[in-house]
């Protein structure tokens, strides 16, 4: 079964560790995004299941083969890279082309491959013209043509869509997550942009300072971020993180949740929380997560209610992004357009129920 | 650079830039025209004061390049210079190109795979263009009677290649650095050998700049005089040094007849230049103009 799987990777450029005991398995037909802000680690990452960069320790697995003393050409990796890197001096034929050369077909073989790929790219108008005659759209249809020509173990994408325009971008994206559910076989992809990983990932992997920080579902990561990191890292507008303390913590209930009640700007709230939070006793120190779209206007008579004023407002079409300020920590939420609010009116904001998250003293993720 | 900066198509100008270049071009371009208006005067007009502008032309002093009249008898000899004119394109040409062979792969080598010091190295290498090449004169003439070379084509083919070399390994290696190696790893990850990402990839992308490393080691290659004077037989000798030959004739000098070798001299070099001219510019130009 093909599977790509990264056992403890490591690699070091000196002094500085770039990626730091990573474990990571992609299934077959599996995508995986590697996500993270520049200078985590995921490029150096995905240039060691390339085989263009050697690990400095730890195993990388492909297709049940250790591969770590292979070089690139003989992995059977295809890759897409960021600045397409066609072969300038060849016309977009001979760049299709390419990799079959290297693995000895007849000739008529060669061209029915480039055909099917033209085909299925919509590359036939172009195949006679040299890369630097194409537009970056049809620049980023070869460069994926090119990698998916031959038969490869596995797929890697170095920030695929990072160079088109934002509607080139919707498209490919269709397109390439198409291309891959056809294909059925692992593939990694590198990115910076969340949308672009929560769009066509089945799984991502969030890193940060070469280290590994979770691994969860699109949806998962978004419900349950792991850390503080995550949470900040996921979403947008970002969420909401406010220091605040346990003031006392219920039993645990049947369905593993206990009821808590923080003190937080002043003010009690009560909330449902993975009992997780019931280990901290009362009078811990945590972090309160709550997510700009979590928050509801209430009117003031309500419980369980955080007091701010408003300071800014920012339309954004249908919801309408609001700076809140108390006590001089910011909160941002999103409500409808509706919302008949203006800047300075004191106002009562909840958070909806079961969607706080709650962070120990340590940045983990703990109800 | 701002887009929207306007740009001049070619011929728009304006008249008096266009003179003036044109002033400027004319007055780089006079001692040339001198130099070939003088091939095809007679030795009468060749010395005539004032400069004699017009005149008619005549084709003796080209045929006296290559057949000088007997002093007596009335016949004429072979002068030599059918075979320094073979000397001059044989020379010239096995070794700038044997360099720009041997600088193409050490200026791969040194751009992809840089050992330790590896600037040092590189410094080092152009150290030996940095002195006048009249103080390696004495060495290198001691070195070639050692070995004996004096005389033969390898002696000043082996000496002209080791002295395009800085010259090549620099320039070639500067394009190569421009190269985007993430062109390189696409051909490793699709299969290519070390080999074939050097002679698949790499090289078709600079054969601008090895055009143009061609031009100007031709260039330097074909005019040099010392290095030729004291090292060519009667057998190896190059134009230029029969050129200087020339000079010393009993009667003065025959500024036609110069004139004529000097125009048939640059013939060549005009004819690569111009037949490069596209990859020429291209070379130059190379890393400036991209992305």
Sequence with gaps: ?????????????????????????????????????????????????????????????????????????????????????????????????????????????????????????????????????????????????????????????????????????????????????????????????????????????????????????????????????????????????????????????????????????????????????????????????????????????????????????????????????????????????????????????????????VFDNAGKLVG | MSERREVRAIGQAGWGRTLGAGIVSLIYFFPVYFILMTAFKTRPDALAMPIKFFFSPTLANFYSVFWRADIQGGGVTNSGFSLYFFNSLFISGTSVTLALIIGTAAAYAFSRFPLRGNDTYLFIILTTRMLPPIIAIIPIFVLFRVFGLSGSYTGIIALYTAFNLPFSIWMVKSFFDDLDRDIEDAGRMDGSSEWSVFRKICLPQIYGGLAATFVFAVILTWNEFLFALMLTGTETRTVPVAIARTIGGQVGVDWGLMSAIETLFIIPVVVVTFLLQNQLLRGVTFGTIRK
């Design chain 1, 1 to 357: 079964m093909d599977e790509i799987r990264l056992d403890r990777l490591t690699k070091r450029f000196g002094e500085l560790v770039a990626v730091d005991q990573a474990n990571l398995t992609v299934g077959q037909g599996e995508v995986m995004c590697l996500l993270g802000p520049s200078g985590c680690g995921k490029t150096t990452m995905l240039r060691m299941i390339a085989g263009l960069e050697w690990a400095t320790s730890g195993d990388i697995w492909i297709g049940g083969k250790r591969v770590n003393d292979l070089p690139a050409r003989d992995r059977n990796v295809a890759m897409t890279f960021q600045f397409y890197a066609l072969y300038p001096s060849l016309p977009v034929q001979d760049n299709l082309a390419y990799p079959l050369y290297a693995e000895n077909l007849s000739k008529a073989e060669i061209a029915k491959r480039v055909a099917q790929v033209s085909e299925a790219l919509d590359l036939k108008s172009i195949l006679k013209r040299r890369p630097h005659q194409l537009s970056e759209g049809e620049k980023q249809r070869v460069a994926v043509g090119r990698s998916i020509v031959r038969d490869p173990t596995c797929f890697l994408f170095d920030e695929p869509l990072s160079r088109l325009d934002i509607q080139l971008r919707q498209t490919m994206r269709t397109q390439i997550k198409e291309v891959l559910t056809k294909l059925d076989k692992p593939t990694v992809i590198v990115t910076h942009d969340q949308i672009e990983a929560l769009t066509m990932a089945d799984r991502i992997a969030v890193m940060q300072l070469g280290k590994v920080e979770q691994i969860a579902t699109p949806h998962d990561l978004f419900a349950r971020p792991a850390n503080l990191f995550v949470a900040s890292f996921i979403g947008t507008p970002q969420m909401n993180l406010m220091p605040a303390g346990v003031a006392d913590v219920g039993g645990p209930e049947s369905d593993g949740s206990v009821s808590a009640r923080f003190s937080l700007l002043g003010e009690t709230i009560s909330a449902r929380v993975n009992n997780g939070v019931a280990a901290l006793g009362s009078g811990a120190k945590v972090t309160l997560g709550i997510r700009p779209r979590s928050f509801e206007f209430a009117n003031g008579s309500a419980t369980d209610c955080l007091h701010a004023s408003v300071d800014l407002i920012e339309p954004m079409g249908a919801e309408m992004l609001v700076h809140l300020i108390e006590q001089g920590v910011d909160m941002r939420c999103v409500v409808p357009s509706a919302t008949h609010i203006s800047v300075g009116d004191r106002v009562s904001v909840r958070c909806k129920s079961g969607q706080l998250h």
